[in-house]
Each structure stands twice: as structure tokens, then as C-alpha cells.
């Protein structure tokens, strides 16, 4: 949807793995597909197929288009040699022709956020990982036995909900820049429902409240209206929409 009307609608006759939408408008969607393992099919703007990849070894988890519409970029679990790793595969858009790939070890990357044109993060269960668009390996963050809740995107910056527990109230917030180093870390003590981020800011939601913050994690605004909202979106502008069941709410700071 785009200001209210529909602008596209895709059936499959598989099941869906997952799909994701860049800043342009190309969408990627993984499915199953007889006789392969999966398939990913990039669309573009008008809802045209612009590439059609058949995966025949590995469990593919996720696939992105990047910023620019040039490359796209597949996430697929896999066994070499005997061990259990990440294949990161990168296709030119234009040809789907494979350009370059990497193995991380150990690990099941379950998302990408681009940072940058030329860099993106790959997050795993347990650890972040950074590539320029080259598939150089930059930087690994790791989460040092804490469990790596969620990871979310801004303007140069990614910032991590971390838990010492799956559930419960000891969480930390973790913002890295493009290069993965640390630059703000918040320690919170009280549950947090939903993390998000987008533009310079990152929201978080609890249960009786939701905050707005900085890149830095100063904060920014913060509302008690939240209407039992589950999810959290805040925008490019700051104002933050919060979403439950029957209704959505705009929070202007």
C-alpha cells in the first residue's frame, strides 16, 4: 500500500520464507518451489519479476534487495565440510549472475540491515556481522552470551535489544555505527515489547509507556498513551505511530 491504495498483490503457490522490501520499493520474497530448496524472487516498482534465483542446497533464511536496486544479497544455512555455516550470496540484479559469496561459521544469519550504499550488516542469533558490498568482512560484533532479541536499522547506525534472558526485564540497548563499534548503550530494566528505528531516532514500547531516543540514546520524547499498542514505528521526523488490534495512533513529540 501507498498512501491508502493498493500498488501490489502477490499470490504463491508455495509457502511463503520470508520477504522484504528496500527503500526503493523492490521487493524480495523467498518461497518454497518443487524439486529446489526455495526460490527468491526480486520484484521491482511496478510489480514486474527482475530476477528469479532457484536454490537447490542450503536452507535459504532470508534475501534484500540493496538501497541502490543493483545487487541482491541471500542468507541460506548451510553444511560444509561437516560444518554448520551461513552462506552470504551476492547476485548482480541485472544479470543474476553470482559475484562473490562468504561462510560465517556457527552461525544463522536471520536478517539484513544496509548501513550504508556500500555496507550492510548480517545479524545472526548471537552476534552481528559487517560487509562492505563487496563481501569484505569489516567487523563482528558479539553479543557475549546475552541473547539477541532484535536489530533494527537507522541512518548509519543499527541498534540491538539484548537480553540476559529470552524473557524477562534485564535488557540492554546496543547502537553501533557502519564500522560496528559501540557508540551508545542503555541498560533497562523493565520489558520491552517492541524496538524500532528509522532516520536519527530508536523507539522502544513497554507495556505502560513508549520512549523515543536519539542515535545516542538521549532521550528524546516519551508518551503514557499507548492504548495497549504492541508494536511501535517511529518515523523519519521522530513522531512515532503506535499500532494494536483495532487501531493505530500518531505520537507527535
Known amino acids: 500500500f501507498d498512501e491508502g491504495e493498493k500498488t501490489l498483490s502477490l499470490s504463491f503457490d508455495d509457502f511463503i520464507i520470508s ?5 526503493s520499493g523492490y521487493l524480495a520474497v523467498v518461497s518454497g518451489e518443487s524439486g529446489y530448496k526455495a526460490v527468491v524472487t526480486v520484484y521491482n516498482t511496478t510489480a514486474e519479476q527482475v530476477l528469479t534465483y532457484y536454490v537447490s542446497s542450503g536452507y535459504v533464511l ?29 547476485l548482480e540484479l541485472s ?7 562468504v561462510y560465517i ?17 548480517a545479524v545472526g542469533d548471537n552476534a552481528v556481522y559487517f560487509f562492505s558490498d563487496g563481501l569484505e568482512h569489516l567487523e563482528t ?8 532479541i532484535d536489530a533494527v536499522g537507522g541512518d548509519g547506525f543499527i541498534a540491538l535489544l539484548l537480553r540476559e534472558q ?8 546496543v547502537v553501533l555505527d557502519t564500522s560496528g563499534q559501540v557508540r551508545a548503550e542503555l541498560s533497562i530494566s523493565a520489558e520491552i515489547l517492541d524496538i524500532s528505528a528509522c532516520g536519527r531516532y ?6 505502560d509507556k513508549a520512549e523515543i531516543y536519539t542515535y545516542e540514546l538521549e532521550l528524546y520524547s516519551s508518551t503514557d498513551a499507548t ?3 504492541r508494536t511501535a514505528i517511529v518515523r523519519k521526523d521522530g513522531t512515532l505511530m503506535l499500532v494494536s488490534a483495532p487501531s493505530a495512533r500518531l505520537f507527535i513529540g
Open 19 to 23: 520477504a522484504t522490501l528496500n527503500d
Open 62 to 90: 532470508t534475501a534484500e534487495v540493496s538501497p541502490d536496486n543493483d545487487f541482491l544479497i541471500v542468507a541460506s544455512v548451510q553444511y560444509e565440510n561437516g560444518d554448520f555455516c551461513t552462506k552470504i550470496l551476492k
Open 95 to 101: 544479470s543474476g549472475e553470482e559475484t562473490q559469496s
Open 105 to 121: 561459521q556457527d552461525a544463522a544469519v536471520l536478517k539484513f540491515i544496509f548501513l550504508a550504499e556500500d555496507v550492510f550488516a
Open 141 to 148: 560484533f558479539d553479543s557475549s552470551g546475552a541473547y539477541l
Open 166 to 173: 529470552k524473557t524477562g526485564n534485564r535488557a540492554r540497548i
Open 202 to 207: 530508536v523507539a522502544l514500547l513497554y507495556s
Open 227 to 229: 492504548n495497549n499498542a
